[in-house]
């Protein structure tokens, strides 16, 4: 029998309650970015236009990811092989601006590094790994 590891556990209620915030968070910025834009259309502001269509396009990025942080904490929890995978790909990425931060010499980007480089390693561990693994060998159809 698999057991789902209790940090991936953690990992998932992490990336659904973060998704679900980000998602609401977007949701409230494209509405105001898109009040923006319709202001600046009627009152011929172009400052008013850019802003608005930035911040609309923003919180619309914001609804993306935060949906794909709620499907990566389900298939966390469900233990999917392609959720670790996004997981990995999500941590590496949440690390790049302060590995390029760090590279330009801003030198306290570093903590930026602490939470993705420990979220890399967990999702690194053998038995978490191994996890994955027998839960997509015993049931290949997933």
Same mark, same amino acid.
């Given at each position: 029998m698999w057991h789902i590891p209790f940090g991936v556990r953690v990992l998932a209620v992490? !990336?659904?309650f973060s998704g679900l915030f980000g998602a609401l968070f977007g949701l409230g910025l494209a509405g105001v970015g898109g009040l923006g834009w319709v202001t600046g259309m009627l009152t011929v502001s172009r400052g008013a236009r850019y802003w608005g269509g930035s911040a609309f396009w923003t919180g619309m990025a !914001?609804?993306?990811i935060g949906l794909?942080?709620?499907v990566v904490g389900a298939g966390l929890a469900a !233990?999917?092989?392609w959720a670790w995978s996004l997981a990995l790909l999500i !941590?590496?990425?949440m690390g790049l601006p302060s590995v390029v931060a760090v590279?330009?010499?801003e030198v306290l980007a570093i903590f930026g590094l602490l939470v993705p480089a420990i979220v890399i390693?967990?999702?690194l561990r053998a038995d978490v790994r191994d996890a994955f693994r027998h839960r997509h060998a015993r049931?290949?159809?997933m």
């Open positions: 992490f !990336a659904v !914001a609804v993306g794909l942080l709620i !233990a999917r092989h !941590a590496i990425a590279l330009e010499g390693l967990y999702l049931n290949p159809t």
